[in-house]
């Protein structure tokens, strides 16, 4: 949504610091890349006389979309300078008033009508056809022409990326070395970011543990989101530094924020090189206690940040990725060759499967809208997500168990988990295992080796009913894994990935803490293993709290992991057990916070 104008803006204010939520450590200068361009090309696409109510009600429902998007961008620029806001407001009543019965819409309606076309190739040639008759108009001010066909084009690419809801493909093509600004990137559109060539990313949604932020942490690539303000503050190829520890982006900055900037990326650099000297070192506490590290795994490309961290297995592999930017779904085949090359990777080290939790923010087109359609309810948060969906649909879970239990025989060395997601009573544990043992009876009778005692069954401890009833769901499962990112979600009423409510986002309420507590005693009663692989699990800050609790395993993103593992070495686990009662007793965020910090300067001061 850029103009002309927020061009000659950006020569008078030399720098513009846009604020937002730090969710990925580390610095990057670049150049900015936005993503508000269109799908890199619409095909032409006509329709039948049947489908022409259809196309009219999609284009309706882009035009609303994109009216709420205008105006959730509206709420938000206040964060920008005055003379800033001056100018992007009348932009943006502009656009909103083209989502009005402008002569775009109308038009666009009409050939959907009339020359029988798709909405969104209605709204392209609707809006071409509108910008050259606005550039051929005998106006002296070719200028003010330009700026109006401009606002046009702006506002049909918004309908358009709308109406083909297409990921921002054009990733693959991104200038090396960039800083990438969306208002929005999905998780399905992390997952196509090559680190090697994107120096940041910065958006206008998200929040700090939703799965977008969990994308870009594990592939280190620097990120703030929430950065209310920021896509009306830059355009394509302004210079920015942005900082993903302090969650502020920089436009156009000024010489002392570039030089602090390059001050911080050596200072990183050294820090990294000072980390990869603990790859080889175990994660031992100073009074001998063996700390199991593993890292959470979100896409194949982390593989070889996985064995640079050396994390001993993964805790979590979330199996979302099989499933993003495709139509169609992956057979048993396809997962088999996907498990077995992650597997192998890791030669002998655990890796914990997770079956598919779709729903909420992971949303994928094969299942909203494609080959097996699955509605997720008015609220998909707390619809049908994760093994709620799977027990529903359990052809998926049966692919998904016999391509792991095979994956499992052919490695023979019993280091594969199955693990399930949004679990909230022990029946559905019981389910999913009738299912299980189902689909190894019958790879049996097809004559797959599998061995006697299957591989174990854990199970997500990731909503307040499944903590508070741990002690009868351990004795259903095989193992826990407590997911402390919607632990906290669904304890404090607020979505992880929701910018607008992140400021009560906070894993550190006692009420999260003690869900933890009871749910990691609970597993310890039994003697069953258990693990947290939130988010919580690779902030060094909350190390001490997490040993002091009674864990001895955590999951994490690749890159926090030696950051973890320098934390373990310097901590005595008799000072963890009381810290976490005191910290216990509070019933203060705030003072659990400062508690936190407290105990973790006494750890700098002890390295
Ligand atoms: C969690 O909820 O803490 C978790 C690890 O699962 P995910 O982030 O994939 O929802
Ligand atoms: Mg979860």
């Known amino acids: 949504m850029k103009t002309e104008t ?3 803006r950006k020569a008078k204010l030399p720098e513009v610091a846009v604020p937002g939520i730090p969710v990925s450590h580390g610095v990057a200068i670049g150049l900015v890349y936005d993503t508000t361009e269109p799908p890199s090309e619409v095909t032409r696409r006509t329709i039948g006389q049947n489908d022409v109510d259809g196309e009219k009600q999609k284009l309706a429902g882009a035009v609303a979309f994109s009216r709420k998007q ?120 992390a997952a ?30 620097p990120a703030v989101l929430g950065a209310h303000g920021l896509t009306e503050a830059t355009k394509r190829g302004d210079q920015a530094v942005l900082d993903g520890t302090a969650g ?23 820090e990294r090189a000072k980390l990869s000297k603990l790859r080889r070192l175990p994660a031992e506490t100073t009074d001998g206690e063996l700390v199991e590290l593993q890292a959470n795994m979100e896409i194949p490309q982390e593989l070889p940040l996985i064995a640079q961290a050396g994390a001993m297995g993964i805790g979590l592999l979330r199996t979302e990725f099989l499933f993003m930017n495709r139509e169609d779904l992956p057979d048993e085949e396809a997962q088999v060759e996907a498990y077995t090359q992650i597997v192998e990777a890791m030669e002998g080290q655990p890796v914990t499967i997770r079956v598919l939790d779709w729903g909420g923010e992971k949303d994928m087109e094969a299942l909203a809208e494609g080959v097996a359609p699955v509605h997720a309810g008015s609220n998909p948060a707390l ?16 692919v998904q168990f016999a391509a792991v239990l095979r994956v499992a025989a052919a490695s023979g060395d019993g280091h594969v988990r199955l693990l399930l997601p949004m679990v909230t009573i022990p029946e559905e544990v019981r389910q999913a295992r009738e299912v299980y043992d189902r689909v190894a009876r019958r790879l049996r009778r097809r004559g797959e080796k599998l061995p006697e005692k299957l591989p174990p069954l854990g199970v ?34 607020v979505d992880r990935s929701e910018v607008d409510v992140s400021h009560l986002y906070d894993p550190l309420h006692p009420a999260v803490l003690r869900l933890v507590q009871f749910a990691t005693e609970a597993a310890l009663r039994l003697r069953m293993p258990v693990s947290v692989c939130g988010e919580m699990a690779g902030n060094p800050r909350l190390t001490p709290l997490l040993l002091g609790l009674g864990l001895r395993t955590f999951s994490m993103n690749a890159s926090a992991l030696p950051r973890v593992k320098q934390a373990v070495r310097g901590l005595d686990i008799g000072d963890c057990a009381r810290f976490a009662r005191r910290v216990m007793e509070q019933s203060d965020p705030a003072r659990i916070r400062e508690l936190v910090a407290g105990f973790a300067e006494g750890i700098t001061e002890r390295a």
């Open 192 to 221: 196509l970011l090559d680190p090697s060539r994107v120096a940041g990313v910065a958006t206008e949604e998200g929040g700090t543990d939703g799965h977008t932020a969990i994308m870009l942490r594990a592939l280190g690539i």
């Open 383 to 398: 619809g049908l997500r994760g093994l709620r969906m799977l027990l529903k649909r359990s052809e998926l879970l049966e």
């Open 70 to 189: 205008i105006g959730k961008l509206k709420t938000r620029i206040g964060i920008l300078p005055e003379e800033a806001q001056e100018e992007i407001e009348p932009l943006l009543d502009a656009h909103l008033m083209m989502l009005g019965n402008s002569r775009l819409i109308r038009g666009a309606r009409k050939r959907i009508e009339a020359e029988l076309l798709g909405a969104e190739t209605a709204v392209l040639e609707e809006s071409e056809e509108i910008q050259a008759t606005i550039l051929a108009a005998k106006d002296d001010d070719k200028a003010g022409l330009a700026r109006r066909a401009a606002e046009v084009r702006d506002i049909a690419r918004r309908l358009i990326r709308n109406l083909t809801a297409t990921p921002f493909r054009s990733f693959k093509d991104l200038p090396e070395g960039c800083i990438l600004v969306a208002e929005e990137l999905t998780p399905a559109d």
């Open 248 to 270: 502020v982006v920089s436009i156009s900055p000024t010489t002392a924020t570039l030089n602090a900037a390059k001050e911080r990326l050596a200072a990183f650099a050294k």
């Open 460 to 493: 997500m401890i990731e909503t307040p009913g499944a903590a508070l009833a741990a002690d009868a769901i351990a004795l259903e499962a095989d193992f826990f894994a407590i997911g402390t990112n919607d632990l906290a979600m669904y304890t404090l009423a």
């Open 6 to 8: 927020s061009r000659t």
